[in-house]
């Protein structure tokens, strides 16, 4: 019973994911997908490519019964149409022959959003031993666009798909970019191979492994546009920059020619040439000198300089910036003032009057600590 309700939980989950998806889908220009082709004499790859166009008008009705229609009344000649690739996401024309006794082209088709083709998975990477290494799948290489069991959608439909098939057979479309071959792969999806997950293999989803323009194609040159757009009659007109410059409209008028390419380079956006340079001064007659404040003009050095005379120049300017006298300089400060020295104090009052110094003071003071003994 758990498996049962676990089976009926992804169903509804993988209905609610769907709607968002689908809505977007409505948005996104349609086509006629071929799914398959029984001329093998038409260049037409079944499930990748669109019939966006017939006769340089754009497809926009899903009747299969006009499109058959536009294709009879070219019986006899050819008809012209815009092929959109989901390899490489590009666009080209492609005219075919219309044979009189059966005006048909032998392809089947159905009408589809080119949407469709986002719904790929990128192997990048392969574990050893693994259910996908078993079953042949290439890292990097390979591309799983689709599954006989059913319609799979978003980022997480594959998982969901891998998770319904555990221990049973699970076929999958995978398309081989180096060898540009389409194969059908079957693996068993296991928890129990010793590994993580259920294939045992990296898996890449989203624009940046989206399918690759095939490699027997010439690569794209440095500014080439990568993602072609088809342009039609019944299309309203909007400005192309692929364009060449006489037919798009501009909104300048196109600068003068020159006589040579190399001899005037103008912008685009200059509509007039540029103003002539200012009349050169006559050498004789004086000419003021440079303002008080102005800039002196430099002087043009001899192209046989070397770096000695430069440096012995910038030498020579610098001893003279250092001895030479600035009239913005202010003029040194004084030197300061000598301090002079004290005069000698004078004497005493009371030494003056007595006329004695301290050492007969100190004489008398002895004579008096004598004992009296001694006298006499």
Not at 37 to 57: A, E, S, T
Not at 78 to 94: C, E
């Amino acid at each position: 019973m758990s498996t049962v309700f676990g089976a009926l939980n992804r169903f509804i989950s993988r209905l609610d994911s769907e709607s968002p998806s689908q809505n977007s889908r409505h948005a996104s220009p349609y086509g006629f997908q071929i799914l398959r082709n029984k001329n093998l004499d038409i260049p037409i790859d079944p499930w990748y490519d669109f019939i966006v166009g017939i006769n340089g008008r754009q497809v926009d009705n899903p009747d299969p019964n006009l499109f058959a229609t536009e294709v009879r009344n070219c019986a006899g000649s050819s008809v012209s149409l815009t092929i959109w690739s989901a390899k490489g996401n590009r666009s080209r024309s492609l005219a075919l022959p219309i044979p009189t006794p059966s005006p048909t082209l032998g392809i089947t088709l159905q009408w589809s959003p080119l949407a469709v083709t986002e719904d790929v998975w990128h192997v990048l990477d392969v574990i050893p031993n693994s259910p996908a290494d078993n079953a042949g799948l290439l890292p990097y290489g390979d591309y799983i666009v689709g599954t006989p069991e059913g319609n799979v959608h978003g980022e997480s439909g594959l998982g969901e798909l891998v998770e319904d098939y555990l221990g049973r057979s699970l076929r999958l479309h995978v398309y081989n970019h180096e060898y540009a071959v389409t194969r059908l792969v079957t693996l068993t999806p296991s928890r129990t191979w010793g590994g993580s997950g259920a294939l045992g293999c990296i898996l890449g989803f989203g624009a940046l492994h989206r399918l690759p323009v095939p490699m027997t194609e010439p690569i794209a040159e440095p500014g080439e546009t990568l993602f072609e757009t088809a342009r039609f009659s019944n299309e309203e007109r909007r400005p192309s920059s692929t364009q060449p410059p006489s037919q798009s409209p501009s909104l300048y008028p196109p600068p003068a020619s020159a006589t040579h390419s190399s001899d005037l380079l103008l912008p685009a956006s200059i509509a007039s040439p540029p103003p002539p340079p200012p009349p050169l001064q006559s050498t004789t007659t004086p000419t003021a000198g440079p303002p008080r404040g102005a800039k002196k003009p430099r002087v043009a050095m001899a192209s046989k300089m070397t770096f000695d005379d430069y440096f012995r120049e910038g030498e020579q300017k610098s001893k003279e910036e250092d001895f030479a006298p600035s009239s913005k300089s202010t003029a040194p400060a004084p030197p300061p003032p000598k301090i002079p020295k004290a005069p000698a104090q004078a004497e005493s009052p009371k030494l003056a009057a007595d006329g004695q110094s301290d050492e007969e003071e100190a004489k008398e003071v002895q004579k008096e600590d004598v004992p009296e003994s001694m006298d006499g």
